[in-house]
């Protein structure tokens, strides 16, 4: 089956950074569209950032832009979350998605247009 399995997630203090990744099982990753989502509790999911298949195209929530850094390295089926100047916001579960995409430069911001999700890697700041 396909999977995407998130990792890198923790306690990190105000102002702090943190990597997270999401790796993938299937062998056309290059053909994926992917995105990362949070979600705090008892809130609705929200969009943080976005990478075309190839990696040339990124668009961020605006509440990141700055200070997140969406990556990809398809030779390794992973995408990678660069997470700097983290705010006090709580606790908050980090979510990797992918959709097949074979039209390139395209980027997916809303979350129902994704097929595939992981299970979600928890981010913790501490004030």
């Known amino acids: 089956q396909v999977t995407l399995v998130e990792s890198g997630g923790g306690l990190v203090q105000t102002g702090g950074s943190l990597s997270i990744s999401c790796a993938a099982s299937m062998r056309t990753f290059s053909l994926y569209a992917m995105g990362w989502f949070r979600q705090a509790p008892g809130k609705e999911s929200e969009f943080v950032a976005a990478?075309?298949?190839?990696?040339?195209?990124?668009v961020y929530a605006d509440s990141v832009k700055g200070r997140f850094t969406i990556s990809r390295d398809n030779a390794k089926n992973t995408v990678y979350l660069q997470m700097n100047s983290l705010n006090p916001e709580g606790t908050d579960v980090y979510y990797c998605?992918?959709?097949?995409?074979?039209?390139?430069?395209?980027?997916?911001?809303?979350?129902?247009?994704?097929?595939?999700w992981g299970q979600g890697t928890q981010v913790a700041v501490s004030s």
């Open positions: 998605a992918g959709e097949y995409e074979q039209i390139g430069g395209i980027v997916i911001t809303d979350a129902s247009r994704y097929d595939l």
């Open positions: 990478i075309s298949t190839g990696g040339g195209r990124t």
